[in-house]
């Protein structure tokens, strides 16, 4: 990594789309925000006022089929990883994320549309040092046959996934990458999010999926892929499950410097591995500075006192 200032937008940019829970229209509006502010969410249209909530662990309300974050009063905004995995993939540290609605755009069911407004926006390099959180020692979470774990890692931020459904078109693929906005943008941004027929239709039968189509999902059958249109990557899978642990793993407040793991992980696992690494004060600092290959030298430690609270339980199963 280079200049490890912090940055942010430019200015603001909007995008339209569906939610593809709700089926319902729904505006994104990208921001700036200043120093330390990390990502916020502002739900407008509700109840008359705007709500705004942090993108920390500790305000996400649910994991099952998405992310979901909230407050006291409920559910504010779901289907928030793939706009935060686009920020975090692209190296911006602050960004307010007005949504008004009750859940992200779906878009191509990929991070490429928020990709292609952090473009259009433009990255603007702030005055303060960026700042990380530096896994110290290896956290891991079994949950039956998944297991996730964060270990320390001396060059940023590396990501390994693997995936191995019964499912015989997917199958198991393993993926992995040393993030870096170069990598995000060609290896991961594009990477849809994807389902089983059988899956996909008990959902609408339970009036979940209700913007869920060809054009946002990647659909597979016990024998072949059905969307028309063939794979954006061969392994695009296990790609967007990792698109989607950048995403979730962003909810640390703060850039990781460590590597994460996950086999046959999904929201729910991401979720429960960044809060046992939270949870546990000596397993993590916050560092701040120039990022080299050792990772102590110019580097400074500001304390530890950041996102260790306690993290509201998440059920369900993992939907990507
Ligand atoms: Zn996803």
Redesign the pocket.
Known sequence: MKSNRQTTLRTHVAVTGVGVHSGLPVTLTLGPAPVDAGFVFIRTGLDGCDHEVQATAKNVVSTEF?TVLGDRSGPLVATV??VLAALRGMGVDNATIEVDGSEAPVMDGSAAAFVAAIDQAGILTQSAQRRFIQVLKPVSVAMGDSLGELRPYASGFRAEVEIDFRNPVIGKQKYALELSPERFRRDIARAR?FGLMCDVKRLWGNGFSLGASFDNCVVFDEERLLNTGGLRYADECVR?KL??AV?DLALAGLPLLGAYRSIRGGHKLNHAVLTALLADRTAWRVVEGELSRRPTRGVVEVGSGIGGGRIAAAYGPDV?
């Open positions: 998405a990883e793939h999010t967007h698109l989607d995403g990507s």
